[in-house]
């Protein structure tokens, strides 16, 4: 098809346009299913892992890796308690490992998929449509990434999508019905859903706000209340294992003490600061540029007839998006994966109908997205694990009562086979002021837990200036210089 031609046809329309979305969506799903196998192990497969199998095995939460810091040992009662309760299913049905670990989001993320399809076929998206969504949600770099790592931020996105479907048939029942009662089951199933949002994050109270605003703009006062209710019920989730005060005493401090609070957090300034703030989550890198360029440009310049024929998903969007700014610690991205389907969806639904100028500007930032998401996502797919086969290859020599330190992301060899503490546990204690980060520290540290073996990466070696062949009373034994793993021993 000749350029002239192109642009003078509606685009939504252009069978040019359909092949080369169906090419591009194609190709991104192959790069996506060739990033899974292998994958790099992330920090917080870990930090979700570790807790979860222990949860599994002993029917509580605990955390060797956090061994020392807030008796997490023993017990961690802050955790992401429906996620990790899910992630202990999982490792009882499938065993322990990363890629039982982590298949909990691409579970979700499997649904999530399925749920926009819906949502795509009820607002009768044609193929182009339903084809450029999808080429956007694949190329996204942030569905791509936390779509196989241990977060809860899919699953709380896919329980904000169920919460949005059953709100809205809700209001369509109540529109089509003299009886004021019709609708009851799908606000009671949206406000559960938004509770289950709560519990596998806290971030999921942008969930409920979200629904409530909804409500309150259809003026439905009586299901406001009733979905507000229902869905707080999800805060409860966090205190089920809690038996008497010492045990919410210990919460309490698991909780402030964690390494993302800070001093000052829950102070009225910091709100208003986290709103007006708001904008490095959005600009944060060419990684957001590129997606918030697209993306606010295409609602924009559509923004007349998306609030015309999509005007509940836009409420139900921008509340989700103005109480993250609100209540979300700092201005991490990754938070946008809560929200990105919705975005994605509102960016799409009319772009290709543009004309003019405004076409070719929206185009030409979808074309941006394209490239810099899909550089992004060949990044994560090419960055295949190597550590943990050293790791393996080094236990081989470990002692069998042997205390062992080591990286977070040695659980998956170690854990359940000996007594495990990691670096990060002392990082912990650095921030909370505990320790320093020093040689002399650590070996102190080292002392006080009888560490008798010693597995350093490279990351804490910088940290506490671990080298030679002898540190801190150990000897260094083998190395695995492909992984950057050295093993040291008593």
Same mark, same amino acid.
């Given at each position: ?14 069978? =040019? ?26 920090? *917080? ?29 023993? %017990?961690? $009662? ?24 982590? +298949? ?26 339903? $084809?450029?969504?999808?080429? &956007? ?32 048939? =809700?209001?369509?029942?109540?529109? !089509?019905? *003299? ?9 009671? $199933?949206?406000?559960?859903?938004? =509770? ?46 809690? @038996? ?5 005493? &210990? ?11 800070? %001093? =000052?957090?829950? /102070? ?11 904008? /490095?989550?959005? &600009? ?18 559509? @923004? ?12 139900f969007t921008f509340s989700m998006v103005f109480f993250l700014a609100l209540i979300a610690h700092g201005k991490t991205s990754k938070y946008m994966t809560l929200y990105m389907p919705f975005l994605i969806f509102l960016g799409a639904a009319f772009a290709l109908e543009l004309r003019g100028r405004a076409q070719k500007i929206v185009i030409g ?16 797919? #090419?960055?295949? *694990?190597? %550590? ?21 992301? +040695? ?9 495990? %503490? ?10 909370? !002021?505990?320790? /320093? #980060? ?26 506490? !200036?671990?080298?030679? *062949? ?21």
């Amino acid at each position: 098809m000749k350029i002239s031609a192109l642009k003078m046809n509606n685009l939504n329309t252009s069978a =040019g346009v359909k092949n080369l979305a169906l090419i591009l969506l194609c190709l991104g799903c192959a790069v996506f299913i060739y990033s899974l196998f292998g994958r790099f192990v992330h920090i *917080d497969d870990a930090y979700i892992g570790e807790p979860s199998y222990w949860l599994a095995k002993n029917g509580f939460v605990r955390a060797e890796i956090f061994r020392g810091w807030e008796h997490a040992e023993e %017990q961690l $009662l802050w955790t992401h308690k429906i996620y990790t309760l899910t992630v202990a299913l999982f490792i009882r049905l499938f065993g322990y490992g990363v890629t039982q670990v982590k +298949a909990v989001s691409l579970v979700y993320f499997a649904g999530l998929a399925v749920l926009w399809w819906k949502i795509a076929k009820d607002a009768k998206f044609s193929s182009t449509q339903i $084809l450029l969504f999808f080429v &956007l949600f694949v190329f996204n770099s942030y569905l791509f990434e936390k779509a196989f790592v241990a977060r809860p931020e899919i699953a709380v996105c896919f329980w904000a999508t169920v919460t949005f479907l059953f709100l809205t048939r =809700g209001l369509k029942l109540l529109n !089509g019905s *003299d009886n004021c009662w019709s609708g009851c089951w799908t606000f009671c $199933l949206a406000g559960l859903a938004a =509770g289950l949002s709560i519990g596998n994050h806290l971030n999921g109270l942008i969930v409920a706000g979200a629904g409530c605003v909804l409500l309150l703009w259809h003026r439905q006062f009586k299901w406001f209340f009733v979905f507000g209710v229902i869905a707080s019920l999800g805060l409860g989730s966090y205190f089920w294992d809690i @038996r008497n005060a010492a045990d919410l005493n &210990l919460m309490w401090r698991q909780f402030s003490n964690a390494q993302d609070m800070r %001093q =000052g957090q829950f /102070q009225i300034l910091h709100y208003l600061w986290n709103l007006l703030n708001e904008l /490095q989550r959005f &600009l944060h890198s060419i990684r957001e540029i590129s997606i918030s360029l697209f993306i606010f440009s295409a609602i924009i310049t559509c @923004r007349k007839k998306l609030w015309q024929e999509h005007r509940d998903l836009m409420i139900f969007t921008f509340s989700m998006v103005f109480f993250l700014a609100l209540i979300a610690h700092g201005k991490t991205s990754k938070y946008m994966t809560l929200y990105m389907p919705f975005l994605i969806f509102l960016g799409a639904a009319f772009a290709l109908e543009l004309r003019g100028r405004a076409q070719k500007i929206v185009i030409g930032f979808l074309a941006l997205y394209l490239v810099f998401q899909a550089n992004q996502n060949w990044t994560i797919a #090419r960055n295949k *694990d190597i %550590q943990l086969s050293g790791y393996r290859e080094l236990t081989r020599d470990l002692p069998p009562e042997s205390h062992v330190l080591a990286h977070v992301t +040695a659980t998956f060899v170690v854990t359940g086979h000996w007594w495990f %503490q990691s670096f990060q546990a002392y990082q912990a204690l650095y921030e909370n !002021g505990l320790m /320093q #980060r020093t040689s002399s520290d650590l070996q102190q540290k080292i002392q006080e837990f009888e560490i008798d073996a010693m597995i350093v990466d490279r990351e804490s070696a910088a940290w506490y !200036g671990v080298s030679g *062949d002898t540190w801190g009373g150990l000897r260094k034994i083998r190395e695995v210089p492909a992984a950057g793993l050295v093993l040291y021993l008593k």
